[in-house]
């Protein structure tokens, strides 16, 4: 079982910067995917930004050039640096890690959420 906790939420102005921590502990398998995804009031979850061990990343056109996903695989922790930031980008943000196992089913892990408002 992997525990995932985010940090880092909070309330921010248009245009300003926020970042999201994340920390994995329990039976981590490598390598594995961690990701951020987000979940607006009446709006389905969506990716926001994925990274891959080896520091492979993937990011959702809406975030391009503004948020910045980054590992430290020694402290099993994620990140997500965002700038620019904009009103649609309020939502509970919440984080993701993906991992075969072996010979077992593949592990697919959430956190608890945390929530980022943007003001006008």
């Known amino acids: 079982q992997v525990q995932l906790v985010e940090s880092g939420g909070g309330l921010v102005q248009a245009g300003g910067s926020l970042t999201l921590s994340c920390a994995a502990s329990?039976?981590?398998?490598?390598?594995?995917?961690m990701g951020w995804y987000r979940q607006a009031p009446g709006k389905q979850r969506d990716l926001v930004a994925t990274?891959?061990?080896?520091?492979?990343?993937n990011y959702a056109d809406s975030v391009k050039g503004r948020f910045t996903i980054s590992r430290d695989n020694a402290k099993n922790t994620v990140y997500l640096q965002m700038n620019s930031l904009k009103p649609e980008d309020t939502a509970v943000y919440y984080c993701?890690?993906?991992?075969?196992?072996?010979?077992?089913?593949?592990?697919?892990?959430w956190g608890q959420g945390t929530q980022v408002t943007v003001s006008l």
């Open positions: 329990g039976s981590i398998f490598s390598p594995n995917i």
């Open positions: 993701n890690q993906k991992a075969s196992r072996g010979p077992y089913l593949p592990y697919d892990y």
């Open positions: 990274i891959t061990s080896g520091g492979v990343t």
